[in-house]
Structures are given as structure tokens and as C-alpha cells.
């Protein structure tokens, strides 16, 4: 599932809402560093938990 934030601060807060351990956090930390780097967009896919609104956070 792709996950979309308006704000790297608001990615960053999912992220360690939703890292099930520090491993997780450092790649989807990466990921989204990576992402951003390439798009300058903010997101991730993830199969972590994630609310069904679809939309930006």
C-alpha cells in the first residue's frame, strides 16, 4: 500500500508510530529518504497497519 504525507515531520511521526521494531523504522526511514530524494515527494509502500483514507497526512 502506498502511504503519502504532506511533511517529511509527519512522515517521520507514522513511522514511528507504526515500526514494529528499530529495523522497520530505518528502512522505511530510508525508504522515504530515498523517495524523496528522486520524486521530492513524501511516501512510502508499506504492508504495515495504515488507516484507509487514501488520502495525504
Known amino acids: 500500500m502506498k502511504k503519502e504525507f ?3 515531520v509527519k512522515a517521520l511521526s507514522w513511522i514511528s508510530d507504526h515500526a ?3 529495523q522497520d523504522f530505518k528502512l522505511l526511514k530510508e525508504q522515504l529518504e530515498t ?6 515527494e513524501y511516501f512510502l509502500y508499506t ?5 484507509s483514507n ?3 497526512i
Do not use: D, I, P, Q
Request: with cysteine; glycine share 16%; net charge positive.
Open 6 to 8: 504532506r511533511s517529511f
Open 20 to 22: 514494529r521494531n528499530e
Open 35 to 40: 523517495h524523496h530524494y528522486f520524486t521530492g
Open 47 to 51: 504492508n504495515l497497519a495504515c488507516s
Open 54 to 56: 487514501g488520502g495525504k
